[in-house]
């Protein structure tokens, strides 16, 4: 019990270290160090922990239908894309354009299809650790374990002192982690690809227009 409840404690901590070096030292390569750190976390929770990812199969399979899933993650997506490109907008309207176009500036140079495949395994990896591993641990703890491993996720990106990427964080936390709790980790796995994707290929244009 003891070794496990270290384990735990280990892979819970990495981000603590991972994410400063991803998002600070790392930045002129962030695409491809995000990708290996979320590849990393995402398959040691299922090589080692997959215990722990038990809560999402099983709330998966109530689901009525596999179409069900998709359903969810694409509309969840599309509301979540919208929330985002509002605060996009409003932000950049308010004098927090330098802050919202930084983050665009760490992945605009890269080319479209490499782009779309790394932000699919960030996507799937993220989701698995942080909605699966992260959120698994507060499971038996609180009626709302998405809030708490919501605000994990948000408090490391505060490395970053970009206080848009932090709330944009939290919000993607809390809904991808609400509609993990609920039907399973397809549908958000759905949500936090497409909203992604989305964002990062079309909103930079839009948001300074």
Same mark, same amino acid.
């Given at each position: 019990? /003891? ?5 735990? /404690? ?15 030292? @790392?930045?002129?390569?962030? @695409? ?8 990393? @976390? ?55 354009? !330098? ?6 500036? /760490? ?7 490499? @782009? ?23 499971? !038996? ?13 948000? /408090? ?54």
């Amino acid at each position: 019990m /003891m070794q496990k409840n270290i384990s735990h /404690m280990l892979l819970f901590t990495i981000p603590l270290i991972v994410w400063p070096l991803v998002f600070v030292i @790392l930045k002129n390569t962030f @695409l491809y160090s995000m990708g290996l750190a979320t590849t990393f @976390l995402g398959l040691t929770t299922v090589l080692f922990f997959k215990n722990d990812l038990i809560h999402l199969l099983i709330n998966g399979q109530n689901q009525k239908s596999k179409l069900k899933s998709i359903f969810i993650g694409v509309v969840s997506s599309f509301v979540l894309y919208i929330i985002f490109l509002l605060g996009g907008k409003i932000s950049y309207y308010l004098g927090f354009g !330098n802050l919202v176009l930084s983050i665009y500036d /760490m992945v605009l140079s890269i080319n479209k299809i490499i @782009l779309s495949v790394a932000l699919i395994i960030i996507g799937v990896m993220e989701e698995i650790y942080w909605r699966g591993f992260i959120q698994g641990i507060f499971i !038996n703890d609180t009626p709302y374990p998405w809030i708490l491993s919501s605000i994990y996720y948000s /408090m490391v990106h505060i490395v970053t002192f970009n206080y848009i990427l932090v709330i944009a964080a939290l919000i993607v936390g809390l809904i991808t982690g609400y509609i993990a709790y609920q039907f399973g980790i397809v549908p958000s796995i759905i949500t936090h690809h497409l909203v992604r994707v989305s964002y990062y290929h079309f909103s930079y244009i839009v948001i300074k227009k």
